[in-house]
Every structure is written in C-alpha cells, then in structure tokens.
C-alpha cells in the first residue's frame, strides 16, 4: 500500500489512539484475574487484537459489546496447543511466562520480524522454573510446557523490560509468595510502572520493588471481587507523539484523550517538545501545540526508544544538529530502526550519523520530495508522513499499511488534520 503526502500544513482537534501497551496488558491481567472484565476505549490495532487472540486460545471468552469489549475469564485454561502473536513483540515476551502457567504443551509463535527477535531469555530462564522451553536458536517457534513455578531468580532487563513484565504477571497467577525476582540492567522503567500500575487496578497480587533491582511477592494473598472489573484503557503517548510533532513543525494540533499523570514512557515527547522550544499547551484533557522557530536538542531516549522515530521528524526541522542518546535499543525493533531512519531520511535529504550509542541529526535543511520505504515498520511510516508535511514535493511511502501494527487510523486522522489529496 502506498500513502503519497503532499506538503500541508495541519489545524484541528484529534482524539489521541489507544494506547496498545496498556490495552495489551489489560488483556492479560483480564485473563488472569477470575470473571468478567469491561474494556473500554479498547484497541483496534494488530498488536490489540494479536493479544485478544491470545487469550480466547488460553481459555478466556471474548465478546465484543458496542464501544466495549468484555472478557470472561476463569485463569489460564488453553483451548488450543498453539498461540500467535502477529508481529507483537509485548505479546511474545509478556504471554509466554503466562502461557507456561499451564502443563499443556504449547507452541508459541509469530511472524514477520518478530521471528526475527532473540528469545534466548526464555530458553534460560524458564527451565528455572520447572518450565521446558525449547526454541529455533533462540528464535520462534518456541515450545514451552509447565507448569511454572515461582521460585528466586535473577534475570537480565537490558534487552526489553518486556520479559519482566511477563514474569511479573506469571508469578502473580502463580501465587508467589516469599520470592523475588532480581534484575540486572533493566532497561524501560516506566513500561514497568504501567504494567504494576494495571495489576494493581486488577485487584492482582503486586510486587514491591527496590529501585527496579528486586521485586518481591509477599505471602498475602489476593481475593477477586465477584462483581465485573471496568477498565478504561488510557489513549497512546507513543502514536500521538507524531500528532504532537506534526503541530509543532506545520500548523496547529489540538490532542484529548492524553492522560498526563500516565506512568508511559513516552509521555516524555513532552520534555523533547520543551527543549526544542515547541510553543505548547497542556491541559488535563487535551494538549495544544502549534509551529515555532524550533532549536536543537539533546535528549535520552534509553528508556523511550519508540519516541526516536518522532524525534527524528521534530529534529529534521530543527535548525541545528539535534542529537538522541539510546541506539542500541534500536536494533531489535520492527526494523533495525538506527539503520532504517539513517536510510529513508536520508532520502528527504536529511543527514543521520550513527556514532556509538548517539544519533546525531542535522536538521534546518530544505525536505525533498521522495518514495521512501517504511520496512514494514509502523512507526517509521508515521515518522516520514510528518515530516512529509514540510517537503517541497509529494513524499511517496511505500508499505503505508504498516501503521495497521499500532496507529490504523493514523492516515485517516492525518488526513483529517490536513488538505492533502489521497
């Protein structure tokens, strides 16, 4: 699928997407916590219904119900001796640990890049846990058989905090009690405050944590209230950042549905927005930005690594070299996202330099007109589309329907927000 961008500038109201880290983490906290939940607001994107898929194949029911979705649970009870997870990267890391709570043997699986990413984590630490784990040289498929049991572990966070989230989530089913989980290098903090911050609002049994080194299970235990659980899930900092970014370099955007108490990491655009000196308004309802001289800046983005290809498009028009800590979290994205921005912004005329663990942009310079490639990569598709929006010409995006991973109404909301002919 093709998306062509014609130079535009933007003016409207835009209600942000759901969030699909909070969504996905409902799912499996709905799965896991006995009887009905209410979703509401819930995600529409692959990743979302990857999850959903998940979980009827785990045993839960799922009824979509108008603007709602409820899920009917009684634990981890598998339908099936196999579950997918499309290109979700979450998805394989959180439901894996869930999956193996379970003593039937499951084949876990994916596609696309995702059987491109390394899972040697589970073949290390699962058979710690009286779970077989056995996978393609640490590549999906991956067959795993419980059922798991809770025990003291010491695990590596530097890859993704996506595997503790799982572990976190298996040992609450689990009923841990008097264990702990330490971490070394963990990466992604906040993705970790936004999965205790769910199981909390699920009534599951909850860690503490010693500074994100140590989480321990008491030995409480946890009652399920019998009546249905409604949960609203949050809309998403990481997809509206692009909304963000395009009223900060070509007009006027006005973003709801942003909760700015969210523990998401990449509410941080925010603090990248404000050193950029993006004239900005926030509100606890909906955030105004509007286009200004933009300067350069020096932001981290370690802990954020999905806001690098917004970033990118901010920086492209700053009037400067514009440089982003965190590289090497780059590589095991849907595309060696380092790599891929280095590429297609290179075709709009814009200078990328890797250099360590630094990426240095050198913005201020006119955007041409050009086909560029999303490599099949959600996010990399937005980023092009925004800083189309400053282009001398037409911007060509080949593999547009990327954006279906996490954002597919983002063509549809862009083109809200702009005169651009389709």
Request: glycine share 8%.
């Amino acid at each position: 699928m093709q998306q062509i961008i014609q130079p535009s500038s933007v003016s409207g109201t835009i209600a942000a997407p759901t969030s699909k880290s909070a969504m996905q983490r409902a799912c499996a906290a709905a799965l896991i916590r006995k009887g009905t939940t209410i979703l509401h607001n819930p995600g529409t994107s692959n990743d979302d219904k990857a999850a959903l898929s998940i979980i009827e194949a785990l045993g839960a029911q799922v009824k979509y119900t108008g603007d709602t979705i409820e899920i009917l649970s009684d634990g981890v009870n598998p339908s099936s001796n196999a579950i997918h997870c499309g290109e979700s990267g979450l998805s394989v890391r959180m439901f894996t640990p869930i999956a193996a709570l379970s003593k039937k043997e499951i084949v876990i699986d994916g596609e696309g890049s995702l059987r491109k990413r390394p899972l040697h984590f589970f073949e290390e630490v699962l058979p710690q846990l009286a779970v077989s784990c056995t996978g393609d040289s640490g590549l999906l498929p991956l067959k795993i058989q419980g059922p798991l049991q809770p025990k003291n572990i010491t695990v590596d966070g530097s890859l993704s905090s996506q595997f503790l989230t799982g572990l976190l989530v298996a040992y609450s089913a689990a009923k841990a009690s008097n264990v702990t989980i330490t971490v070394n290098n963990l990466n992604s903090k906040p993705y970790i405050d936004l999965t205790l911050e769910v199981m909390k609002s699920f009534g599951l049994k909850t860690p503490q944590h010693n500074n994100y080194k140590e989480f321990y299970f008491g030995n409480e235990t946890v009652t399920f209230e019998p009546e249905p659980l409604n949960f609203y899930v949050e809309g998403d900092w990481s997809g509206a950042a692009f909304l963000l970014v395009a009223g900060a370099v070509a007009g006027k955007v006005i973003v709801e549905g942003l909760d700015v108490f969210s523990t998401q990491a990449d509410k941080a655009i925010l603090q990248a927005l404000m050193q950029s000196g993006a004239i900005m308004s926030v509100e606890e309802k909906q955030i105004t930005i509007q286009k200004t001289a933009l300067q350069p800046f020096h932001f981290n983005a370690i802990d954020c690594p999905d806001l690098f290809p917004p970033l990118v498009a901010l920086a492209a028009v700053c009037n400067g070299k514009t440089v982003i800590e965190g590289v090497h979290r780059l590589t095991h994205k849907e595309s060696n996202r380092a790599e891929t921005l280095q590429q297609e912004f290179g075709k709009l005329g814009v200078k990328i330099f890797l250099q360590n663990d630094l990426m240095i942009i050198e913005g201020g310079v006119q955007i041409k007109s050009a086909k560029v490639f999303s490599h099949h990569d959600h996010r990399i598709a937005m980023a092009c589309a925004v800083a189309a929006l400053n282009a001398d010409g037409p911007v060509t995006i080949e593999g547009a329907e990327a954006v279906n991973k996490s954002y597919p109404q983002f063509w549809e909301h862009l083109q809200q927000l702009t005169s651009l002919r389709q």
